[in-house]
């Protein structure tokens, strides 16, 4: 999986850094994680067309994660996107999607489009799959995780166990058939175990809450707000946001490998490293970005 | 006078252009023409604060001259902006704003607006005006003029032919007042000229149409939108845009002093001198701009 970080700002832009945008780019997908205003120019700058995207998450729809969702609608249509745009949100998405269409697109520049409001798992692929958990941000608020499945691995240690040899027979087992050795059959669960998935988070914008550590348990890769340093947790308890230690609290106790921290207050544009040493003396893999970085997990 | 040149894109930004808006900056006056979107990261590259904006010129309604504009608004409130912003534009601007503030700005972060439908002289200040036009695009739109007024002179050639000599007494015909001299009255009319003023206008976007040569007569600087060049014409007229070729022939007969081209299409970008020379060949002086661009006038 490749994550493009398209833009990574607070609630202001920066010369440096837009609104936020996440592209997850995984074997002919692109997700795209909320569309701040400015995001089909910073597909421009990353050399990847727009009309590429085929799913839209939205965590919820303040401005600085939603503006730039009228304009790539309407430039997907001038460049001929020819695919259904899945859009998924939190409550309110239906009616906000309409009301853009309404205001700022017009009729002759309109995509199919496929809507809906999501909690739990609400997307099943092949071999991956899609889930959100609400959070608290004073409006309709998603966390969400997108979840590449492990492959199903033959147990070894099984086999041995059975005295049952390798051979073309097994591959059945992968295909969750039961197999016959010996006069006596075996199930596909038998003899075969789920590898561990890869997950990543994405957790923006909330204030600390129950719902995030079992929610990003275990991520690959958790990337988090972290609008706040800890000196001002009120203040971040007020605005409903994340300190720099709290998303680091939350990648230790989820057992995540990676923390990537985004939505950093314009505050500390001068010192990053304020906000870095922060989360890194609770959460060693800790990282930021830059606009336009390139991720690969 | 300085114009600032945010954005000079067509309808798609590119990696380099950001789609349209241009800042007049004049005496405590910032007037921003369009207002695409991306306009406030713009105001932050150019390192100019977008609470110092006093009016908004907009031309039409197409996403790329005004999707801008809610996280402009939104931007403003969040930065403390206690001024009254006036919002110029076609008809149907005051449903546009309202229906934009309905969709994405929340009632807590709005500022004071003043919202007019605009054709003819709209705003007449201490030393400069305003006037719009109706264009032809489809949709409502505006071209613009700013003037800057020039002074009242002295005529010294009626001084002379009248006798009169100088004194503090004339400062009286510079406020409109009459003077008496040797018994006689005169009008500050006969003894005054009006000095020609400073014209700058806007006209994107538009095709070709006969109320632009009249409105543009004799400005200093036309900032024209070219989309297309004149191999194309046909396009252009269909898409209701000009050409190079059309501008610089609009410049020429209008006698202006000094164009500038911008909303190249992007198909140029590559070779940007085939729009330049189109116009040049026309009309001498004329230029393109990059994003961020200064020219004083």
Known sequence: MKLTFLGTSDWIPTAKRNHTAILLTHDGENILVDCGEGTQRQFRKAGISPTKITRLLITHWHGDHVLGIPGLLQSLALQG??????????????????EVQKVFVFQEHRIPLKVEEVSGRFFEG???????????????????????????????????????PSGPILSNLKQGKSIIYNGKKYSAKDLTYNEKGTKISFVFDTSLNINIIPFVKDSDLLISESTFIDEIREKAKEHKHLTAKQAAEIAKKSESKKLILIHIGQRYERDLNVVLNEAKKVFKNSALVNDLDVVEV
Not at 81 to 98: A, Q, R
């Open 81 to 98: 996107y020819n695919k259904t745009l899945h859009i998924y949100g939190p409550k309110g998405t239906k009616k906000f999607i309409e």
């Open 126 to 164: 092949k071999d991956f799959y899609l889930e959100a958990k609400p959070m608290t941000h004073g409006t309709p608020c998603n966390a969400y995780c997108f979840v590449k499945k492990g492959q199903i691995r033959i147990d070894k240690k099984k086999l041995k166990k059975y005295h049952i």
